[in-house]
């Protein structure tokens, strides 16, 4: 048997997540909006509609996308905010005075 050579180019989700990317729209981008942008790319998009539709609820899932209406793979969405990680809160007891100290 042979195996079928590998797709070159970009998979569905880094078209999805470069399209959302290059949005200024500050509600986000409609599924519309999106498709319009895929077949403007080259993209097939009704032969590969449920590709879409899956790769956009995994996008939400995994948290590089945000939903900002509807539900389900209908709606807008917008790219996630990277939330900066907070500095742990430690608290240190030191031998001598028996007090406690905060570092933040």
């Not at 939400?60 to 509807?70: C, D, E, I, N, W």
Request: net charge positive; hydrophobic share 40%.
């Amino acid at each position: 048997m042979t195996s079928k050579p590998k797709k070159v180019g970009l998979s569905v989700g880094e078209l999805i997540v470069k399209a959302v990317a290059a949005s200024k729209e500050r509600n986000g981008l409609s599924v519309a909006a999106l498709k319009k942008a895929l077949a403007a790319g080259g993209y097939d998009v009704d032969k590969n509609k449920a590709r879409v539709k899956t790769a956009i609820k995994s996008l939400v899932a995994k948290g590089t996308l945000v939903q900002t209406k509807g539900t389900g793979a209908s709606g807008s969405f917008k790219m996630n905010r990277v939330t900066e990680t907070k500095a742990k809160t430690c608290c240190v007891l030191s031998r001598d005075s028996k007090t406690l100290s905060f570092l933040l």
